[in-house]
């Protein structure tokens, strides 16, 4: 295998190890690392002994995150308020972006990394169990069970109502206008009643530590919120599907970048997710290149 051959092949799989290790790890930075990382172990190896690039790139990229997972789960022990993936923005021939949703990366986290990698390989990227055990170095029927495992834990996290991407944006910008104008009878309108919202600043920018459950806290928050955005205007930047939720981007007071995105379910917002930790937001400054 050539040099040049062997960079065609590493080029054409960049894009789905990329995706891989960003549902692995919830991290485009950590993602980028590991690529780059697997890239050079590709370099290093004897690429004449590799029948398929495919299968071997994802090992190492596979066992590249379960390393990285057990030294982010300390740092995440650690963390300042509710943890959000970094937003990962209207996925353009994403193979896999109708199965992976915000609230299901959430579930992710709380997996093993064994478990998370089983689900993900099989379940989401169609690997097989026999390739998958040569991938995680346990035998098909072990990760079988770590799959199954999995799913019983994220089964929560999926959706009971669908909504269209019409649908969705729609409500997303009904709600930008009821929250920046403090109408809480339009929020009340939108809004469940079990309704929670998640807001992760990651100790960087100001953002509640915990997240508000329930219609009367959240509307509580919102017109506190709607007195501030009175005094320091949000500039809505555009409307966007964000980890297959629709959302919209917005600079608030400061200059801050924020993301924020709606679980919809039966026609109302069930759950918000607001991303202010500028740390999970410079790819979106760096022209949204991860689109």
């Known amino acids: 295998m050539s040099a040049g051959d062997s960079d065609a092949i590493f080029s054409a799989l960049r894009p789905r190890l ?9 991290s485009f930075a950590d993602a980028e690392d590991i690529v780059q990382d697997a ?32 030294s982010a789960r300390r740092r995440r022990e650690t963390y300042i308020g509710p943890w959000l993936p970094e937003p990962f923005l209207d ?31 099989h379940d989401v990227f169609g690997v097989s169990f026999e390739e998958v055990s040569g991938m995680l170095g346990r035998d098909a029927a072990a990760c079988r069970k770590l799959a199954s495992r999995a799913r019983v834990h994220i089964r929560q996290a999926r959706p009971r109502f669908s909504t269209t991407k019409v649908e969705g944006q729609k ?22 009643k079990d309704v ?14 915990s997240p508000s459950v329930g219609l009367d806290t959240a509307l509580k928050l919102f017109k506190a919120l709607a007195r501030y955005f009175a005094r320091a205007p949000s500039r ?40 202010r930790n500028p740390e999970k937001l410079h790819h979106l400054t760096r022209g949204d290149r991860h689109s």
């Open 91 to 121: 996925p353009v021939n994403d193979d896999v972006s109708e199965e992976i949703t915000l609230p299901l990366m959430m579930a992710l986290e709380r997996l093993s990394p064994l478990q998370r990698a089983a689900f993900l390989l």
């Open 171 to 192: 409500l997303a910008a009904a709600f930008y206008t009821a929250s920046r104008t403090g109408d809480m009878e339009a929020l009340r309108d939108l809004l469940t």
């Open 196 to 209: 929670v919202i998640y807001t992760d600043g990651g100790g960087q920018v100001a953002a509640p530590t």
């Open 39 to 70: 890239w050079l172990r590709w370099l290093s190896h004897d690429r004449s002994e590799v029948r398929e690039p495919a299968a071997f790139l994802q090992t190492v990229v596979t066992r590249l995150c379960i390393n990285e997972l057990k």
């Open 236 to 275: 809505f930047v555009r409307p966007t599907m964000i980890d297959g939720l629709p959302g919209f981007i917005t600079i608030e007071a400061g200059g801050i970048t924020q993301t924020s995105a709606f679980l919809v379910s039966n026609g109302r917002i069930a759950a918000i997710y607001v991303t």
């Open 18 to 26: 990329t995706r891989l290790a960003y549902r692995m790890l919830g």
